[in-house]
């Protein structure tokens, strides 16, 4: 059992930055991977950012690689999502996975041009 929150969404102009965060819970937690997906009004909810916990690799999509950075705190069991540069094509509920089964309730992202 795995359990994900997450926090940190909001209002941000074009150019602006936000991090959002996702507390982890869970005895499997040390040999997960973590993502972060989006899902923008009306579209399929997409994989944008992954961190594995143990070793630490990542992955971007390429529509965030180079303004999103992932990491993870393993002190508060807290995985972050860096984002820059925001578009408001970067605009959608923000959620946060391990694998097929476990989802945070997903934060809200806006970005204001």
């Known amino acids: 059992q795995v359990h994900l929150e997450e926090s940190g969404g909001g209002l941000v102009q074009v150019g602006g930055s936000l991090t959002l965060s996702c507390a982890a819970s869970?005895?499997?937690?040390?040999?997960?991977?973590i993502n972060w997906f989006r899902q923008a009004l009306g579209k399929e909810r997409v994989r944008v950012a992954s961190?594995?916990?143990?070793?630490?690799?990542?992955y971007y999509s390429d529509s965030v690689k180079g303004r999103f950075t992932i990491s993870r705190d393993n002190a508060k069991n807290t995985v972050y999502l860096q984002m820059n540069n925001l578009k408001p094509e970067d605009t959608a509920v923000y959620y946060c996975?391990?694998?097929?089964?476990?989802w945070g309730q997903g934060t809200q992202v806006t970005v204001s041009s």
């Open positions: 869970g005895p499997t937690l040390r040999r997960s991977t």
């Open positions: 961190i594995t916990w143990g070793s630490g690799g990542t």
């Open positions: 996975n391990v694998g097929q089964s476990y």
